[in-house]
């Protein structure tokens, strides 16, 4: 990424007043920010209800600053809403800088989960497994994955000893998002940054999501996916 200041803009086929709520009901935001674990409810209150500022306004638009400065900004257009995320600028911290560029990708996954939630799923909570590291490899888990087809578009694919359905939900230059009907209707999310000057041995990321899974479906996925995935992307930076 650049030194310009990343925008992030998604459609959501959703009214204005649904995306205003999943960004400031605590419930709500777990069903599609990150994932889970233990400290996520302190995450969710430092980010978002420290040092914010919303403004409503008399006009259909909402707008919301949250803790660091990234700017929410929600409002009407046909068929839903328009979300755009202005990342806050670069700051005179090196050592907080250096995490700017994996913020930025996390709020891209974070807002198509958010999506996602919405139009897939309003209301109900989810089960997430989560798997990041590092490594050697030049191609990403969706490479390896065969996960070729474009934006909504179907797919069939071995994932991790499971064979799966779906279709594409996006791309971005370093994510793809595929629904997963197995999975009861769920997301995975698939990051892979090259290596260069910033990560020499790259970055690779997964986050799925799922809905009706009980905990012994969960334990199993998340042996199979680690199994799969530690060799790949051994450590994390």
């Known amino acids: 990424m650049s030194d310009e200041t990343p925008v992030i803009v998604v459609t959501v086929a959703a009214p204005v007043d649904a995306v205003w709520d999943a960004l400031r009901d605590k419930e709500k935001i777990r069903h599609w920010h990150g994932w889970e ?3 996520l409810d302190a995450e ?12 409503t306004g ?8 949250i803790h660091g400065g990234d700017r929410f900004v929600v409002e ?5 809403s328009r979300i755009t995320l202005t990342r806050a600028p670069h700051g005179d911290d090196p050592d907080w800088d250096a995490y700017y560029d994996d913020i930025t990708e996390g709020w891209i996954t974070f ?3 958010l999506r996602f939630a919405l139009e897939r799923h309003p209301g109900e909570p989810r089960r997430t497994l989560f798997y990041s590291g590092t490594g050697d490899r030049s191609t990403g888990p969706a490479e390896q994955l065969g996960i070729t087809a474009a934006v909504g578009s179907e797919y069939e694919a071995d994932l991790v000893g499971e064979r799966a359905t779906g279709r594409v ?3 971005s230059d370093n994510q793809v998002g595929l629904t997963v009907d197995q999975w009861g209707d769920g997301l995975l999310v698939l990051s892979h940054v090259g290596a260069g000057e910033k990560k020499p041995n790259g970055a690779a990321m997964a986050v799925l999501t799922f809905y009706g899974l009980d905990d012994a479906a969960l334990a199993g996925t998340d042996k199979r996916w680690s199994d799969w995935w530690s060799p790949r992307y051994p450590s994390t930076e």
């Open 37 to 39: 674990y233990e400290g």
């Open 44 to 55: 969710i209150d430092l980010i978002f209800f420290t040092g914010y500022t919303e403004d």
């Open 58 to 65: 008399d006009s259909e638009s909402r707008t919301l600053e």
């Open 76 to 80: 009407p257009v046909e068929g839903g």
């Open 111 to 113: 807002v198509q989960q």
């Open 169 to 171: 939900w996006f791309r």
